[in-house]
């Protein structure tokens, strides 16, 4: 079974500072990585995903992720964050491409002037 | 750009009444599946439908739920017999490889 750990619940940072949304992942087998965002009142779209090649993935909105297999981590990143950003970011996996999603409790990001 | 499309957007019923979500899913998908979200907590995977049947199902998603695609294009999650813990948001999701698209979701509010 998958897990996923999303060890900051909300992350304060002013705006056009660098942020870094942490998760890890806990499976035995290989999986694949996703981050999605959630604007208030509004459904999940997906930021970013890894499926397999390049561990350094690069999505919507300036985010990126890494993955890094031998920490089992698949942290989330932007250089310099706006306003616009303020949401809540859950980090998931899956173990194949058409099953179902594992999430984490989401990280609330609130970006400041 | 394609979209999942859920009705209504918010849904207000009395304790031990039955309700339908219902879900438009992209096209050309052959994978839907429901989640729930419930306030402030982490999104949870309810099942998951394939080729006309269920191919996965938690343990929350028991008796009391079914799911059916009636007409080849909507997805509809009912719920028999709603209880006040399933007060939630309900999210429907269809999938291509490797991306899940999730519709707006539809807020459930059980009184």
């Known amino acids: 079974a998958q897990s996923v750990t999303q060890l900051d619940s909300q992350v304060p940072v002013f705006e056009e500072a660098p942020v870094e949304l942490r998760c890890n992942y806990s499976?035995?087998?290989?999986?694949?990585l996703f981050w999605y965002v959630q604007y208030p009142n509004q459904g999940l779209q997906l930021l970013l995903k890894y499926l397999s090649g390049s561990t350094l993935v690069k999505g919507i909105n300036g985010f990126e992720a890494e993955f890094n297999k031998s920490q089992t981590s698949f942290h989330l990143r932007k250089p310099s964050v706006h306003i616009s950003d303020t949401a809540e970011y859950f980090c998931a996996v899956s173990p194949t491409a058409f099953q179902k999603l594992v999430f984490g409790t989401g990280t609330r990001l609130l970006v400041s002037p | 750009e394609p979209e999942v499309t859920q009705t209504p957007s918010h849904q207000v019923t009395q304790m031990g009444q039955e309700v339908i979500l219902r879900c438009v899913p992209i096209s050309n998908h052959l994978y839907f599946y429901w989640y729930r979200q419930i306030l402030g907590q982490k999104v949870e995977f309810l099942v998951s439908?394939?080729?006309?049947?269920?191919?996965?199902k938690s343990e929350i998603f028991d008796d009391q739920f079914s799911v059916e695609r009636p007409d080849g294009s909507n997805f509809t999650l009912k719920i028999r017999s709603t209880k006040l813990e399933d007060s939630a948001m309900y999210f429907c999701a269809s999938v291509r490889t490797g991306e899940a698209f999730f519709g707006q979701g539809t807020r459930l509010t059980v009184v």
């Open positions: 439908f394939y080729n006309n049947e269920i191919s996965e």
């Open positions: 499976s035995s087998v290989s999986v694949y």
